[in-house]
Nanobody, 123 residues
Protein backbone atom coordinates (compact mmCIF):
# COMPACT_ATOMS: atom_id res chain seq x y z
CA UNK A 1 0.00 0.00 0.00
CA UNK A 2 0.96 3.58 -0.54
CA UNK A 3 -0.17 6.55 1.52
CA UNK A 4 -1.10 9.73 -0.34
CA UNK A 5 -1.35 13.26 1.05
CA UNK A 6 -2.58 16.13 -1.09
CA UNK A 7 -1.73 19.78 -0.51
CA UNK A 8 -1.84 23.11 -2.28
CA UNK A 9 -5.56 23.72 -2.45
CA UNK A 10 -7.12 27.03 -1.59
CA UNK A 11 -9.17 29.97 -2.78
CA UNK A 12 -8.25 31.63 -6.06
CA UNK A 13 -9.94 34.06 -8.41
CA UNK A 14 -11.11 33.01 -11.84
CA UNK A 15 -8.24 33.14 -14.30
CA UNK A 16 -5.69 32.39 -11.60
CA UNK A 17 -3.40 29.43 -11.03
CA UNK A 18 -2.71 26.85 -8.36
CA UNK A 19 -0.36 23.92 -8.06
CA UNK A 20 -1.50 20.85 -6.19
CA UNK A 21 0.95 18.34 -4.79
CA UNK A 22 0.45 14.75 -3.73
CA UNK A 23 3.17 13.22 -1.58
CA UNK A 24 3.42 9.43 -1.52
CA UNK A 25 4.94 7.20 1.13
CA UNK A 26 4.98 3.56 2.09
CA UNK A 27 6.05 1.86 -1.13
CA UNK A 28 8.30 2.58 -4.05
CA UNK A 29 6.77 5.56 -5.81
CA UNK A 30 7.89 4.43 -9.24
CA UNK A 31 5.74 1.32 -8.83
CA UNK A 32 2.65 3.49 -9.29
CA UNK A 33 0.80 5.23 -12.02
CA UNK A 34 -0.83 8.35 -10.59
CA UNK A 35 -4.08 10.15 -11.17
CA UNK A 36 -5.98 13.24 -10.13
CA UNK A 37 -9.76 13.25 -9.76
CA UNK A 38 -12.19 15.81 -8.43
CA UNK A 39 -15.65 15.89 -6.96
CA UNK A 40 -17.78 19.01 -6.99
CA UNK A 41 -20.78 19.38 -4.67
CA UNK A 42 -23.70 17.37 -5.95
CA UNK A 43 -21.73 15.89 -8.84
CA UNK A 44 -20.06 12.59 -9.61
CA UNK A 45 -16.35 12.09 -9.32
CA UNK A 46 -14.59 13.35 -12.44
CA UNK A 47 -11.30 12.27 -13.97
CA UNK A 48 -8.84 15.16 -14.24
CA UNK A 49 -5.46 13.76 -15.28
CA UNK A 50 -3.16 10.77 -14.96
CA UNK A 51 0.49 9.97 -15.55
CA UNK A 52 2.35 6.71 -16.03
CA UNK A 53 4.91 5.51 -13.52
CA UNK A 54 7.88 6.74 -15.57
CA UNK A 55 6.18 9.96 -16.59
CA UNK A 56 6.17 9.18 -20.31
CA UNK A 57 2.40 9.05 -20.78
CA UNK A 58 -0.17 11.59 -19.62
CA UNK A 59 -3.92 11.77 -20.01
CA UNK A 60 -6.39 14.58 -19.39
CA UNK A 61 -10.09 15.03 -18.98
CA UNK A 62 -11.72 17.07 -21.72
CA UNK A 63 -12.71 19.86 -19.35
CA UNK A 64 -9.11 20.57 -18.30
CA UNK A 65 -7.13 19.93 -21.49
CA UNK A 66 -4.88 22.83 -22.31
CA UNK A 67 -5.25 24.35 -18.83
CA UNK A 68 -3.94 21.71 -16.42
CA UNK A 69 -0.63 19.87 -16.47
CA UNK A 70 0.23 16.73 -14.54
CA UNK A 71 3.83 15.89 -13.73
CA UNK A 72 5.78 13.84 -11.26
CA UNK A 73 9.03 14.12 -9.39
CA UNK A 74 10.06 10.57 -8.68
CA UNK A 75 13.03 11.67 -6.62
CA UNK A 76 10.59 13.50 -4.32
CA UNK A 77 7.86 10.85 -4.40
CA UNK A 78 5.43 13.55 -5.48
CA UNK A 79 2.95 14.10 -8.27
CA UNK A 80 1.83 17.60 -9.21
CA UNK A 81 -1.16 19.18 -10.86
CA UNK A 82 -0.47 22.63 -12.25
CA UNK A 83 -3.78 24.37 -12.82
CA UNK A 84 -4.04 27.53 -14.91
CA UNK A 85 -6.87 29.67 -16.27
CA UNK A 86 -9.05 28.43 -13.44
CA UNK A 87 -12.81 28.71 -13.75
CA UNK A 88 -15.53 28.65 -11.10
CA UNK A 89 -16.57 25.25 -12.43
CA UNK A 90 -13.17 23.90 -11.38
CA UNK A 91 -14.29 24.28 -7.76
CA UNK A 92 -14.13 20.84 -6.16
CA UNK A 93 -12.28 18.60 -3.78
CA UNK A 94 -9.28 17.24 -5.66
CA UNK A 95 -8.07 13.73 -4.93
CA UNK A 96 -4.84 11.98 -5.74
CA UNK A 97 -4.95 8.29 -6.66
CA UNK A 98 -2.38 5.57 -7.34
CA UNK A 99 -2.39 2.18 -8.94
CA UNK A 100 0.32 -0.29 -9.89
CA UNK A 101 -1.03 -1.17 -13.34
CA UNK A 102 -3.90 1.15 -14.32
CA UNK A 103 -3.33 4.67 -15.62
CA UNK A 104 -6.67 5.45 -17.20
CA UNK A 105 -9.74 7.53 -16.52
CA UNK A 106 -11.83 5.25 -14.31
CA UNK A 107 -11.57 6.05 -10.62
CA UNK A 108 -12.88 2.60 -9.74
CA UNK A 109 -9.65 1.06 -11.02
CA UNK A 110 -7.36 2.93 -8.64
CA UNK A 111 -6.63 1.16 -5.37
CA UNK A 112 -5.12 3.98 -3.34
CA UNK A 113 -6.56 7.39 -2.54
CA UNK A 114 -5.66 10.49 -0.61
CA UNK A 115 -8.02 12.50 1.58
CA UNK A 116 -8.41 15.36 -0.87
CA UNK A 117 -7.73 19.08 -0.96
CA UNK A 118 -10.33 21.77 -1.54
CA UNK A 119 -9.99 24.11 -4.50
CA UNK A 120 -12.39 27.04 -4.68
CA UNK A 121 -12.44 29.38 -7.66
CA UNK A 122 -14.33 32.63 -7.19
CA UNK A 123 -15.89 34.53 -10.06
Amino acid sequence: QVQLVESGGGLVQAGGSLRLSCAASGRTFTSYNMGWFRRAPGKDREFVASISWEGHSTYYGDSVKGRFTISRGNAKNTVYLQMASLKPEDTAVYYCAADTWYVGTSGAQYDNWGQGTQVTVSS
